[in-house]
């Protein structure tokens, strides 16, 4: 394969994520061959690229794509993911006299979540890569973005979800032509399903951190977060942190801004916070030495679907970013979630995801502990729209 013709992409590699080692970005990749854990991609950041250069182009993620790892245009499979506006929630900010309050609201994405970023990136290469079905495990929002972009790409689609997810998840996966496998347990025993199914492996596994390019896709919100903020950041970031991808994602987005001279010196990277459902907590666990990784951690289910994720593998990645970052991580449960829905709905006229709900429980939780200051800014992560969450809060206004 000739890589360098028209090739849109400046992605050089792909480095393990514990020791470095680097693997071909040119050929399909899993986890690392040395050490079995997630790949990061590298990109040549040295070669002159202007922030300018992207002002005018189209408002969807692939407004970077010399920074992401598709390398020729027409494989992008696209239904506009991105982009996602920051709303300022002047109401509660007024409510509890906080310097600034701002919402990423991520459910504006195709199939009202941002998982569409990591799946619209993981098929895009998919198909570079030829392949012809995908299979993922999934605790619902996955599934559903990847049986879209499936389907637009001309893919056959395995979605392999837990019994108890709500059926508009499993609906929307049958619209758009999709297998769906149900199975009795949590994401964890989803993966073991669809290992089982795929002996063959003539399906491409695009779980999270285990296909390299779902977090190139997620890493696009940092991006923009500073595009939009006018290349300044937030003091704080609020992220519900399930497999972790989109932490680990901002924060890479971060890194190789300040390599390629977008951020000014002055500029202080934010603290990143991650929020778990108190049903799942296995980082808040490990991050206060209460075990030593998540590996045996049994984990119960919540109606943060996104979050019941009891083992994930990008945890050492997670605590990384934590610590380099001076975040922290807080454990929400169910009922304050369901606080957290009914605050922002009468007073922002925004019907988030309980991911997005526990991050905004998580916030005032701070701030009542002084870990952060009503002097901040502070950003919140609406991860989903709260439509396909209806039968898990039903009547609970
Ligand atoms: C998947 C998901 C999460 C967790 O995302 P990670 O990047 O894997 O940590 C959070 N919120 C929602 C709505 C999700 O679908
Ligand atoms: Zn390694």
């Known amino acids: 394969m000739d890589t360098t013709i028209d090739q849109i992409s400046r992605i050089e590699q792909l480095n393990c994520s514990k020791c470095g080692k680097a693997h071909s970005a040119f050929e399909p990749q899993t986890l690392s061959a040395c ?6 991609a590298e990109y ?5 690229f202007k922030k300018e250069d992207i002002l005018h182009r189209e408002a969807t993620m692939w407004r970077y794509r010399e920074l992401l790892p598709v390398l020729h245009e027409e494989n992008i499979v696209s239904l506009g993911e991105g982009f ?22 991520e459910g504006q994405n195709p199939t009202g979540s ?9 098929i895009s290469k998919a198909k570079e890569f030829g392949v012809e079905g995908c299979i993922v495990p999934t605790a619902g929002n996955a599934g559903v973005a990847m049986a879209a972009y499936c389907a637009k790409a001309g893919m056959r689609a395995v979605v392999v979800m837990p ?11 049958y619209w758009y032509g999709a297998e769906v496998v149900l199975v009795d347990g949590l994401i ?26 779902r977090l190139e896709g997620k890493k696009t919100m940092g991006y923009e977060i500073a595009e939009q903020l006018q290349w300044s950041l937030p003091d ?41 459902a108190a049903n799942c907590q296995p980082l808040v666990e490990t991050y206060f030495q209460r075990q030593a990784n998540a590996q045996q951690y049994l984990g119960k289910a ?7 994720v009891p083992r994930p593998i990008g945890e050492q990645m997670m605590l990384q970013v934590l610590h380099e970052s001076k975040g922290t991580a807080v454990g929400i449960t169910d009922a304050e979630m369901i606080q957290g829905l009914q605050e922002i709905g009468r007073h922002e006229g925004l019907f988030v995801a309980p991911e997005g709900a526990a991050v905004w429980i998580a916030a005032k939780k701070l701030l009542q502990k002084g870990v952060l200051s009503a002097a901040d800014s502070i950003l919140l992560l609406n991860t989903g729209s709260g439509q396909k969450y209806m039968a898990n809060v039903a009547g609970q206004y």
Not at 44 to 48: A, I, Q
Not at 192 to 213: F, H, I, M, Q
Not at 251 to 273: D, N, T
């Open 35 to 40: 050490c079995s854990l997630p790949l990061a």
């Open 44 to 48: 040549d950041l040295k070669r002159s």
């Open 84 to 105: 996602t506006p920051i709303l300022h929630l002047n109401n509660l900010s007024a409510k509890y006299k906080l310097h600034q309050l701002l919402l990423k609201d």
């Open 114 to 122: 941002f998982k569409a970023r990591g799946l619209s990136m993981a």
């Open 163 to 173: 019994r108890h997810t709500p059926d508009s998840f499993k609906e929307e996966c």
């Open 188 to 213: 964890n025993d989803c993966a073991a399903k669809a290992k089982e199914l795929n002996t063959d492996g003539r399906l491409l596994d695009v779980s999270t951190l285990k296909e390299p390019y």
């Open 236 to 276: 704080v970031i609020l992220y519900p942190a399930g497999g972790g991808t989109g932490l680990i994602g901002i924060w890479k987005a971060f890194k190789e801004m300040q390599q390629l001279g977008w951020l000014s010196k002055e500029v202080k990277l934010p603290r990143m916070i991650a929020v778990q």
């Open 302 to 308: 919540t109606i943060a679907n996104g979050l019941a």
